[in-house]
Nanobody
Framework: QVQLVESGGRLVQAGGSLRLSCAAS????????MGWFRQAPGKEREFVAA????????HYADSVKGRFTVSRDNAKNTVYLQMNSLKPEDTAVYYC????????????????WGQGTQVTVSS
C-alpha cells in the first residue's frame, strides 16, 4: 500500500482556481490508478475524478467535467487535481485514493486514502 497526503486546499472565491496535490510514499505508486473524492458537510463522499496508472486514461463525475483536470507525475509520486471555474457547491473536503483500477475507484473502493484537504468556495 501507499501512504497519501493531500495539500493545496484553501478558501477561494467563486470562479477561481485551485490545484490540489496528493503526494504518495512507496515505490509502487506508478502501479496504482488514482482518484479524487470529496465530501461536503452532511453529505456522503462522492467520486470526482480518476486517472489510470499510466495517466493515459481519465474519468470525471458529470458535475466537474470540463472544469476539473486530473493528472499525475509518476516520477514525483504525485497526482494533481486542477480545479477551475469553482462554484460554492464544490466546497468539501477533498480526498485522494489509490486503487487497483479506475473502475474500482469510480465505485468508491480505494486501497489507500489520504486524510483530506479542505476546499471552501465563497459566493
Amino acid at each position: 500500500q501507499v501512504q497519501l497526503v493531500e495539500s493545496g486546499g484553501r478558501l477561494v472565491q467563486a470562479g477561481g482556481s485551485l490545484r490540489l496535490s496528493c503526494a504518495a510514499s512507496g515505490r509502487t505508486f506508478s502501479s496504482y490508478a488514482m482518484g479524487w473524492f470529496r465530501q461536503a458537510p452532511g453529505k456522503e463522499r462522492e467520486f470526482v475524478a480518476a486517472i489510470s496508472w499510466s495517466g493515459g486514461g481519465t474519468h470525471y463525475a458529470d458535475s466537474v467535467k470540463g472544469r476539473f483536470t486530473v493528472s499525475r507525475d509518476n516520477a514525483k509520486n504525485t497526482v494533481y487535481l486542477q480545479m477551475n471555474s469553482l462554484k460554492p457547491e464544490d466546497t468539501a473536503v477533498y480526498y485522494c485514493a489509490a486503487g487497483g483500477n479506475m473502475i474500482t475507484l469510480v465505485a468508491g473502493n480505494g486501497n489507500s486514502w489520504g486524510q483530506g484537504t479542505q476546499v471552501t468556495v465563497s459566493s
